[in-house]
């Protein structure tokens, strides 16, 4: 097999395991997200592979999302989750998928959802389980604030911020809510990613 066959062999496996994970992802979320009629808000939807599963939902990015240099998606409103423009208790859900992680102004954020939320509404959230912050850890444990990673756009997954990664360590942050419902994919027994469905306090 020549270069261009491997090549394009590799990206086949790299999509189809993409394919594989954003479908496990959908699974839990839907299964969190409880408000079907009712008016959600996706912050950091990127490119909305969620967003556009769950009904009568905003998704919003401080940027578009980006394939190979084309703009493949657009978020509905070009926002920061730290100061959404939106009116107060306006949403019964607020969802994060893989997105807090990448946060750095945390307690505002949380503030911000807080007041946007309606007083039953609720908070999903999509973490790195505490195993999976092992795992990244040991890959990116060279990474600086002076050495952000493209993939991470502002530079958040860094050395610095690694104590925070944990899905447990997260959740310090989210004051004024209680966890409602939880759960881990893709293997109880492995689990890399936790779900977890918090309400108002």
């Known amino acids: 097999m020549g270069r261009g066959g491997i090549e394009k062999e590799l990206k086949f496996n790299k999509d189809l395991l993409s394919e594989i994970s954003r479908r496990i992802k959908l699974k839990l979320i839907l299964s969190l997200s409880s408000n079907f ?8 939807c990127g490119d909305k592979r969620y967003t556009k ?17 084309l703009v493949v998606n657009t978020p509905d409103i ?15 859900e607020v969802h994060f ?11 505002e954020t949380i503030i911000e959802v807080d007041r946007v939320l309606k007083k ?22 060279k990474w600086s604030p ?9 530079g958040f997954l860094h050395k610095e911020h690694l104590r925070d990664l944990r ?24 689990p890399l990613t936790t779900g977890v469905r918090l309400c108002k306090d």
């Open 53 to 69: 599963h769950l009904k009568n939902c905003i998704g919003i990015d401080p940027f578009p999302d980006y394939q190979e240099g």
């Open 37 to 44: 009629d009712e008016l959600k808000l996706d912050v950091g």
């Open 78 to 92: 070009k926002a920061i989750s730290y100061a959404l423009p939106f009116k107060d208790g306006i949403f019964s």
């Open 120 to 141: 039953d509404g609720k908070m999903i959230a999509l973490l790195p389980h505490d195993r999976n912050w092992w795992i990244l850890k040991v890959l990116l444990w």
């Open 146 to 154: 002076e050495k952000p990673s493209d993939h991470t756009k502002n």
């Open 167 to 190: 899905g447990s360590k997260l959740l310090d942050y989210v004051n004024g809510f209680i966890s409602e419902k939880t759960d881990q994919i893709p293997f109880r027994i492995f």
């Open 97 to 107: 998928h893989d997105v807090l992680e990448h946060i750095s102004e945390l307690k």
